[in-house]
């Protein structure tokens, strides 16, 4: 019998691929050699079980079928898989400031997050971003998608420029107090890495 599919966790990603696709079903063991195809496109994965394979997303673009073919009998039933096109987070230091999110290949600014108090860099880990947000000396994260604010580093800094993260770790430029500090992405107080002559601004890891 040809393998059956019965879900695709997720069953969407960036179009860039490159994400993890958790493929359950059954007929995956004991069937001889397996090819595993994304719109036609073959990918690399690993057999888990006899119903579940996982799967790397090749890039690609829209919705397509993916599949799961056996050597020794025929290809499984197809199940949708969707390419979201990439998306790029800004922030708006105006009055009320706002992080909007538009598509990578250009179209309409949506806002995420509006009611910020002047936010400046901002950093991006799976769905959450983090923001600094200059006028209200703090750090804050919200969803991708929006929803609530949550206050992350909300002591000891000074007009934060930028925010990036390492790990479970926050790295921020407070350029009023010239350095650069660290804190735990779940918050707390930040920690002095390094004391910088002139002011602080971008940053990166």
Known sequence: ??????????????????????????????????????????????????T????IAPPGTGTVNVTVSANLDDTSNPLPYTYVPAVVFATDGGN???????????????????????????????????IAEFGANRVVSVPTTGGPITPLVTTGLSGPVDVTVAGNTLFITDSGNLRVVSAPTTGGSPALVASVPTGAFGITV
């Open 52 to 55: 579940q394979i996982t799967a």
């Open 1 to 50: 019998m040809a393998p059956v599919l019965t879900s695709l966790t997720p069953d969407s990603g960036a179009a860039a691929g490159g994400n993890s696709v958790v493929i359950t079903g059954s007929g995956f063991s004991g069937v001889g050699p397996l090819t595993v195809t994304f719109g036609g496109t073959a990918t690399t994965f690993t057999i888990d079980s006899d």
């Open 96 to 130: 009320p400031g706002t992080v909007y999110s538009m598509p990578a290949t250009g179209g309409t600014a949506t806002a995420v997050v509006t009611g910020l108090n002047q936010p400046m860099g901002l950093a991006r880990v799976g769905n959450t971003l983090f």
